[in-house]
């Protein structure tokens, strides 16, 4: 019986948590555009967001796959933005959960991030809320400096 009733507390609780998340469709965080660029020795991706939000990365197979995961984006529906260039070979899209995932970069060559920070959005630059990833090559001796902003 013991099982039972835990098996309900479980069942209730995901029910409630979907039904909070139903209510709050505006609360999920848009990935709307994507852009890469090349410093000296960095690969950059930034991807334009709809909110800051936290976002967590992992590097894994010794540099060569490059985990990014933001809780409340579905990335499925702008992955088709997403081309090789610089360090990136490829990126997919690995489902967790019913409307979450993982953006999954795969590096040419064994790769470390460097840099990793979001930035509010610049009227002036006609840009909006952005997070930020800088790619290395994993053996590359030392810190590699924060790329110079233009202007």
């Known amino acids: 019986m013991r099982v039972i009733g835990w098996m309900v507390l479980v069942c209730m609780l995901v029910g409630g ?3 909070v998340a139903a209510e709050r469709p ?3 965080t848009q990935a709307e555009e ?3 660029g ?3 020795n960095l690969t950059r991706l930034v991807l334009d967001v709809s909110e800051l939000t936290r976002f967590y990365t992992h590097v894994a197979d010794g540099g060569r796959r490059i985990l990014v995961g933001i809780p ?3 990335w499925e529906a702008n992955r088709h933005h997403l081309k090789p260039f610089g360090l990136i070979a490829r990126f997919d899209f690995m489902r967790r ?3 979450r995932g993982l953006l999954v970069i795969h590096a040419k060559a064994p790769a470390r991030i460097e840099h990793q920070f979001t930035l509010g959005p610049d009227p002036a630059g006609h840009r909006g809320n952005r997070l930020v990833l800088d790619l290395a090559p994993r053996d590359l001796p030392g810190k590699v400096a924060m790329p110079k902003r233009k202007g």
Do not use: E, I, N
């Open 34 to 36: 994507t852009r890469m």
């Open 97 to 99: 959960g019913l409307k």
């Open 38 to 40: 090349q410093h000296p």
């Open 26 to 28: 505006s609360a999920r």
């Open 17 to 19: 948590a979907q039904a």
């Open 72 to 74: 409340s984006v579905d």
